[in-house]
């Protein structure tokens, strides 16, 4: 098994890597779906990566970029887990719960007080990951016209 390194993305390179596995991510989830995310202003958001995040997390398999998500701020003592994403040749891993956990306690360190998220009734795995760290199913919390399961938990 090749080494695995979770770490903040501080580094031009790291930076790079995130934005183009949270673009890889949007390709995977509208194709999934079948649906655009537009309605997310995403747009928006990759014009101005990545100043629209709090922090971005890395994973890597020996030297390879295999998986990521973000913080963002989302009202006041709330942030979200946003993009989490892991590659094919990172799965099997556990690299999507280790992004969380490392998100989770840099949220705590910010001073946010819940994380919220949202995610597909569909992805059967990552709803499992997030039902075994603690997180609970809330109402939509956001604009959202597909069936998007929202979850929160308390930091």
Known sequence: MSDVQIKRADTPQDIADVRDIFIEYLNFVEAFLGQSLAFQNTDTEFADFPHTYDALFL??????????????????????????????AGRGHGLGRKLTEAAILAARKMGYTTMYLDTDHGLTHANSVYESIGFRDIEKYYDNPMDSRFMALDL
């Open 59 to 88: 994973a890597s398999l020996g030297a390879e970029p295999v998986a990521a998500c973000g913080i963002k701020p989302f009202n006041g003592k709330i942030c979200e887990l946003k993009r989490l994403y892991c590659r094919p």
